[in-house]
């Protein structure tokens, strides 16, 4: 007898409650229901300034890239991700609603679509600033972040690398095929790439331009050939 697995439109009880927390916030903030919009991954909410009511979220408020996270249905996996400041765009502008299967989809929409004025240098800065790694040069194998002809690349060790997984989402990203490029809007890229070397575990660029990107896949597909066969899962 064959299976039927489920789908994620099966997830009614997720799906619902992400679609209340969304009204939630419309009530609270006292914006129009024309602010909100469905979309793949969730509902995003656009605020619209001159009448937007300030709104205390209760649960931690966690900092991503670019993005503040928090959950708000913890036993359904419902979260809200925020803008910070960026430019001429209010933090808070943007408030996406979504399940924890699509937190990185949701992130890269609030990239790409809704910040997607922030350049090379600022998301450079912020992941320095978050990662708190130091600079060093670009043949020094320790921890920290270095400038390459390519971008900047950020070597980081067991105690660092799930921090940077969780700051941009990419833990729910599994699979072991190398390195993977993920837009980060405003023509720059992040290119990871998992090792399963126990010093250096991950590896990460931020790159500008499409040229970039594919240089920086190459370098650090070199990188994973000097490593052990064997490319962790995790």
Request: hydrophobic content about 35%; some cysteine; proline content about 6%.
């Amino acid at each position: 007898m064959p299976f039927t697995y489920w789908r994620e439109d099966d997830l009614s009880h997720v799906n619902s409650a992400i679609s209340r927390c969304a009204e939630q916030i419309l009530a609270a903030t006292r914006q129009s229901a024309s602010c909100a919009s469905r979309q793949p991954w969730g509902i995003l909410i656009e605020h619209s300034e001159p009448t937007r009511r300030e709104l205390q979220y209760s649960g931690a408020r966690e900092c991503c890239h670019l993005l503040d996270q928090i959950e708000l249905v913890p036993d359904l996996g419902v979260y809200v991700l925020l803008n910070r400041r960026i430019g001429s765009v209010p933090a808070g502008r943007y408030t996406a609603v979504c399940a924890w299967y699509h937190r990185l989809t949701t992130a890269q929409f609030l990239w790409t679509e809704c910040l997607d004025s922030c350049g090379y240098d600022r998301h450079v800065t912020e992941t320095s600033l978050a990662l708190k790694l130091v600079e060093r040069p670009s043949n020094d194998q320790r921890p920290g972040f270095s400038r390459t002809r390519h971008g900047t690349l950020w070597r980081l060790d067991p105690a660092l690398s799930p921090a940077a997984q969780k700051y941009f989402f990419l833990e729910e990203i599994m699979e072991p095929t190398g390195p993977r490029v993920i837009s980060l809007g405003g023509d720059t890229h992040l290119v990871f790439a998992r090792s399963s070397d126990l010093h250096e575990p991950l590896r990460i660029m931020i790159v500008q331009g499409q040229w970039n990107s594919h240089m920086a896949a190459k370098e650090l597909t070199r990188w994973l050939k000097e490593k052990p066969k064997e490319i962790s899962l995790k």
